[in-house]
């Protein structure tokens, strides 16, 4: 597994924009497909993007496509969320996965970055 690292919350305001950063440790990212999860208070953990190995598979939620991208560079060991035009709706707690194959779930997760976003 890998260890990872999440940055970059913090409290905006509606229409602003944050960048995730979640760096792995390791020599094996590559080989891992990584996704942003999140999760609000009382509710259930919500899928929010994924990025194969190569970056070539790209998965979004209907919730957040055309406001957010995520990305890779494997040279860094870093995985990014871009949010753009934050909603109060996408305050939750943020977490970095990974899963080094596609028959697993993800099971290596990070500790969470908190992204508040007030009207």
């Known amino acids: 597994q890998v260890q990872l690292v999440e940055s970059g919350g913090g409290l905006v305001q509606a229409g602003d924009s944050l960048r995730l950063s979640c760096a792995a440790s390791g020599r094996t990212f590559s080989r891992y497909d990584m996704g942003w999860f999140r999760q609000a208070p009382g509710k259930e953990r919500e899928r929010v993007a994924t990025?194969?190995?190569?970056?070539?598979?790209?998965y979004y939620a209907d919730s957040v496509k055309g406001r957010f991208t995520i990305s890779r560079d494997n040279a860094k060991n870093t995985v990014y969320l871009q949010m753009n035009n934050l909603k109060p709706e996408d305050t939750a707690v943020y977490y970095c996965?990974?899963?080094?194959?596609?028959?697993?779930?993800?099971?290596?997760w990070g500790q969470g970055t908190q992204v508040t976003v007030s009207s």
């Open positions: 996965a990974g899963r080094s194959s596609t028959l697993l779930g993800y099971n290596s």
């Open positions: 990025i194969s190995k190569t970056g070539d598979n790209i």
